[in-house]
């Protein structure tokens, strides 16, 4: 990560804040594949639909406190979601109703026949550890997918979509961090020692 590039934080601060549309891309910004589930369980009692598939697809839409790099008209920047703030951004997504609204690489042109079924948030401590994301950050959102449309689902079995990517509003904040605080007191102590000097002179 290039530390010359300023991070922001992303929160939700307005009602537009959120998202609107989860994008399935071939290079997902979260640097994480979904798992898309083709074939069904064996069960005993429907052997003969084994083979059936169920057409789920599942994985990361954003990771908690990873810095994400963007670039948008030259300004270059890193932008990440806390946990906390993906756990209001998921609550926000199914109030505002957004469970359909899926576009193919950000085109903003809606297909239809995939619905979203769940958005949970990975917490250890609640025994909630999706097989095969270890790598990824305690407090990150997920998302499971139910896939209609024939022509999308034939696209992800070609391994033309990798992944989810959200879109949506956030408001930017810049973190406040310990050298910044230190930085924002020597600023205060240097003020006060000037007015303190003219006042005695």
Do not use: C
Not at 29 to 38: C, G, I, P
Not at 69 to 76: A, F, I, L, S, V
Not at 117 to 133: E, H, N, R, S, Y
Request: glycine residues 6%; charged residues 25%.
């Amino acid at each position: 990560m290039n530390t010359n590039i300023p991070i922001y934080d992303a929160v939700i601060a307005t009602n537009d804040d959120g998202i609107s549309v989860m994008s399935l891309v071939s290079h997902p910004a979260t640097q994480s594949h979904f798992v898309a589930l083709a074939k069904e369980e064996p069960k005993p009692e429907f052997v003969a639909f084994e083979d059936a598939e169920q057409r789920i697809l599942y994985g990361v839409v954003a990771r908690a406190d990873h810095p994400v790099y963007r670039n948008q008209n030259g300004r270059e920047y890193y932008l990440r979601f806390s946990a906390e703030t993906l756990r209001v951004v998921a609550e926000k997504m199914l109030y505002d109703g957004f469970t359909s609204s899926v576009d193919i690489e950000h085109s903003l042109n809606l297909v239809s026949g995939v619905h979203l079924q769940q958005l949970f948030i990975k917490d250890i401590a609640k025994g909630i550890g999706p097989k095969g994301f270890s790598e990824i950050e305690d407090g990150s959102l997920f998302a499971v997918y139910k896939v209609h449309n024939d022509e999308v689902w034939e696209a992800v079995k070609r391994g033309e979509f990798k992944g989810f990517s959200l879109y949506g509003h956030f408001s930017f904040v810049v973190p406040k961090t310990e050298e910044s605080v230190s930085e924002v007191l020597a600023d205060i102590y240097q003020l006060l020692r000037t007015a303190r000097e003219k006042a005695t002179n």
